[in-house]
């Protein structure tokens, strides 16, 4: 009798970081990441924040292959007619460099390259729908199957259930969800925001994230005779921030309790550089879905995200930090690596993400449960592991390390080193500056200091625990850098 086999371990999707600057590709790539996406000149969503041109291209394409990872070209604005006259002509240099797939949104535009692929001498480069592009449903990636689409990028609005479903619909269409970074406040990024305030059209790569701009709120009554929002005087010290938390643990939707009495009155939003121009918002029993939304952090859905056979997980952030790409590219590395191997979800990941600057996390839409679904994860485990970056390794001779500062630390911190080779805890006992004169204070940019530090750890990041002591010893990361 033949015995039974074990089943098979799930197989391991991408991990697809985005890329700002070469020197974020390459961080990307050295701390986990399979693949990374980096932005066409003038026709990407980031095109105020692109560092990649023609040349930045061509290089990053090449270092790709060249470690057996991939780089993906963002081409996913939705063009009015003078780009579309443009875009052929300025695309053309990128297919030529063959990378290693296009990431679109514009039907239009996917028409004109797929024509061109098929009809002239132009190399056939795999096209990935963006997730501008608003895919919810398994009929839609049918279509987009159909018309030469080799990738869908789903919408953030979809939950784990939806994923499958789609999955199981799809079998042999490759599918990409977001798992971490900032979310828009409209449908998966097709904001009027910026294009309202500034005249700079978010669908265009010219957003000025008016989302996160400083406003103040105002109560308002629709006692007018034109139906219009008018403003009242706000009583007290009345913080709208405030009445929110409150309102979200009273919401009948998270549970039995009251809906908090405020939650169906009319407000206005005021932003601080506009006064006087007040914007009508309501609420309804699921809360208030408008301006600044707490950033995507999925990484306890992983395990659930591997097990249903997504190829690809994504990160968001082409202008974030070179220290956000790399923690957030080692953090989920290990996620889908313990997933990949059948290991329970580690807590403490969900604690070395929360020394990124964030503005709150939240699952999105990928499950729906109450506003305090993470108290088991944070309280339960150590809060001190939390961190800030405060510095990068420049250059390392005779046991020290030249450090560029970012943020305060001193004598008597716990510091984590972080690198590709395996992060590692020290006490800092010691520095001086680059006189040679010891010191106790790094008070933070742009400062040259200089620590002891192994010479294994050339190009680490550098953060500061802000709480806890040493790991025990016995754990992976107790032992701190050797100095000899």
Request: with cysteine; aromatic share 8%.
């Amino acid at each position: 009798m033949t015995p039974a086999q074990p089943p098979a371990l799930p197989r391991s999707p991408e991990l697809l970081l985005p890329a700002g600057s070469l020197d974020k590709m390459r961080a990307a790539f050295d701390f986990g990441a399979d693949a990374v996406y980096a932005g066409q000149p003038r026709y990407s969503l980031r095109a105020r924040n692109n560092e990649f041109k023609l040349e930045q291209l061509q290089q990053g394409i090449q270092e790709a292959k060249a470690r057996g990872k991939k780089l993906f070209v963002t081409s996913n604005l939705l063009p009015h007619n003078d780009k579309v006259r443009t875009y052929l002509r300025d695309i053309e240099p990128i297919i030529a460099m063959r990378p290693d797939g296009l990431i679109m949104a514009d039907p239009g535009l996917i028409m004109m390259v797929r024509e061109k692929m098929d009809s002239s001498n132009w190399p056939d480069v795999p096209i990935h729908l963006s997730v501008q592009a608003n895919t919810v449903n398994y009929a839609a990636v049918k279509f987009w199957q159909k018309v030469g689409v080799t990738r869908i990028i789903l919408s953030r609005e979809l939950s784990l259930d939806e994923i499958e479903k789609i999955r199981q619909e799809c079998p042999d269409m490759e599918l990409e969800v977001f798992v971490h970074g900032a979310l828009c406040i409209a449908y998966s990024g097709r904001c009027l925001l910026s294009g309202y305030f500034n005249r700079r059209d978010p669908n265009q790569g010219t957003c000025t994230n008016a989302c996160r701009w400083q406003y103040t709120t105002h109560a308002g009554s629709e006692q007018s005779d034109s139906g219009e929002v008018i403003p009242i005087q706000l009583e007290g010290d009345f913080n709208f921030a405030h009445e929110q938390e409150e309102a979200n643990r009273a919401f009948s939707a998270c549970g039995d309790g009251q809906r908090h009495p405020a939650a169906d009155q009319v407000y206005l939003l005021e932003e601080a550089e506009r006064p006087g121009e007040l914007m009508p918002i309501m609420e309804d029993e699921h809360g208030t879905y408008i301006m600044n939304s707490k950033d995507l952090r999925a990484i306890e859905h992983v395990e659930r995200l591997v097990k249903i056979g997504v190829d690809s997980l994504k990160i968001e952030g082409r202008t974030k930090s070179l220290y956000y790409v790399a923690r957030t590219a080692q953090t989920y590395r290990r996620a889908i690596d313990d997933a990949v191997a059948g290991k329970p979800f580690n807590p403490e990941l969900l604690l070395e993400l929360e020394g990124l600057a964030n503005r709150g996390y939240t699952a999105g839409f990928l499950e729906r449960r109450p506003a305090n679904d993470y108290q088991n994860y944070i309280t339960g485990h150590s809060e001190g592991h939390r961190s800030q970056f405060v510095a990068e390794v420049v250059a390392l001779a005779d046991g020290w390390a030249e450090l560029e500062v970012k943020n305060r630390f001193a004598v008597g911190d716990t510091l984590e080193v972080i690198h590709p080779s395996g992060n590692a805890l020290m006490k800092l006992t010691e520095m001086r500056n680059l006189d040679v004169e010891a010191i106790e204070v790094a008070p933070g940019n742009p400062l040259h200091v200089c620590i002891p530090l192994d010479a294994r750890f050339a190009g680490a990041l550098i953060a500061r625990r802000l709480v806890a002591p040493l790991t025990p010893p016995g754990s992976p990361t107790a032992a701190p850098p050797s100095t000899s």
